[in-house]
Nanobody, 124 residues
Framework: QVQLVESGGGLVQAGGSLRLSCAAS????????MGWFRQAPGKEREFVAA????????DYADSVKGRFTISSDNAKNTVYLQMNSLKPEDTAVYYC?????????????????WGQGTQVTVSS
């Protein structure tokens, strides 16, 4: 079992920044890839970013490239999502997730463990 706890969400004006954190505990050695997803009301959950714990390989959705940065602190078993130049369309509940494979994936079906989510609201 892997437990994931997100934090750092909140309300911010357009153009502002937030940093989300995801603390992992439990069988973290089985979580080779960590991902961030988001879900806005009435929409499907969508991929935002992913990182490979061991190699630091990252991948991003086109909609956030150049604005968001995913990073990890292996010593703290924590993954971060730095979000800059936020837009109202970034408003969503953000979830962190883990999967036991080293290849990155954009599909939420490929992630086994999920956090409870943290709300990000960007006002115009």
């Amino acid at each position: 079992q892997v437990q994931l706890v997100e934090s750092g969400g909140g309300l911010v004006q357009a153009g502002g920044s937030l940093r989300l954190s995801c603390a992992a505990s439990g069988r973290t050695f089985s979580s080779y890839t960590m991902g961030w997803f988001r879900q806005a009301p009435g929409k499907e959950r969508e991929f935002v970013a992913a990182i490979n714990w061991s190699g630091g390989i990252t991948d991003y959705a086109d909609s956030v490239k150049g604005r968001f940065t995913i990073s990890s602190d292996n010593a703290k078993n924590t993954v971060y999502l730095q979000m800059n130049s936020l837009k109202p369309e970034d408003t969503a509940v953000y979830y962190c997730a883990s999967r036991g494979y080293s290849t990155l994936s954009h599909s939420y079906y490929d992630y086994r463990y999920w956090g409870q989510g943290t709300q990000v609201t960007v006002s115009s």
